[in-house]
């Protein structure tokens, strides 16, 4: 008989690690990647040099309370600097919502595309992670609504969504709010906020500063161009943030991302760049792979989910092989239960005319 080993808590064997999206083809070709919701335009260069600057000072810790960075961001939103948490990438954040709010025995609730670090982070903490139906690739606030038991401990929407683009309106979110019991914290992802052009959309800001039992998280890594960096904050009501603040790692964000942050977030015309971009060229991939024949559905945010043929032949594995032969990385979205779409980040306008064409060659029709 073998000795007793370790073993971890129920629900943590359960989970299907993340797989991030490919970054690399063959190894001597630099492929066009448009796998991670990366931002094309790079770090505001003010980011790139502070972050440099930061490197002579490594042997110093760095201030655990994040007061610039936390300064910098209540004062670019109009926020109580006292009700921002900051983290490791809004993952960390996303991770230490689920530790402090969930348990064994306690459900929470996240849509049926929805991003898939929630499930992660459900089960890594003992609770049952329960699916709403979306509709038309949307989260719906009567389905989850109608999921709500006296369980239900925390709902997850990313708005927008990945890797679906869509939104919900902050009327849709208002009435999620008002119609969740108090207990239940509403935990509004929005990662991709600065990308929304559309007038009925709020981030999450509003309900955060008016309810004490919603949470609002955002990243550096999307339009501030700072992934590898790993920088994401919360707006919290102050019970939360005291929370937050009791659990996290007492320097748990690093020098060098601090100072980069502040930097990104005071530069506006670096992220209003990026938004004239994403607009401009997410319109055009969506009318172009539209003109293809191919179903976009209509995005938010700075990437579009693209569904095809039924036909195994001109299906997203096939089309996913015929980008890569091409030197383009697109990401697979079957572990989102969308095997047949591929999603596809926006990027530079050449990056985004091979796209069309490589898709226009793998359907076998004429080139925009
Ligand atoms: C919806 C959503 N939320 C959160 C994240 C996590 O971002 P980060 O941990 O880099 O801040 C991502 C990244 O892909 C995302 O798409």
Redesign the pocket.
Known sequence: MSPPAPSPRPGILQIEKYVPGESQLAADETPIKLS??ETPLGPSPKAVAAFQRASAELERYPDGSHAALRKAIAERYGLNADRIVC????????SLLAQAYLGPGDEAIYTQH??L?YRIIILANGAAPIVAPETNFRADIGEILSRVTPQTRAVFV?N????TGTYISFDEVRSLRAKLPDNVLLVL????AEYVRHNDYEAGIELVATTNNTVM??????IHGL?GA???WAYCPPDVADVLNRIRGPFNVSVAAMAAGVAAIEDQAHEAAAVTHTEQWLGWVTAELTKLGLDVTPSAANFVLVHFPSDPNKGAAAADEFLKARGIIVRRVGAYGLPNALRMTIGMEADNRAVVSALADFLGRPAA
């Open positions: 991670s919701n983290g490791a990438g809004s993952d960390e954040i996303l929805g991003f670090l990313a927008p969504n990945n890797p992802d929005a990662a991709y998280t955002r990243t550096f890594s999307k992934a790993r920088l994401g």
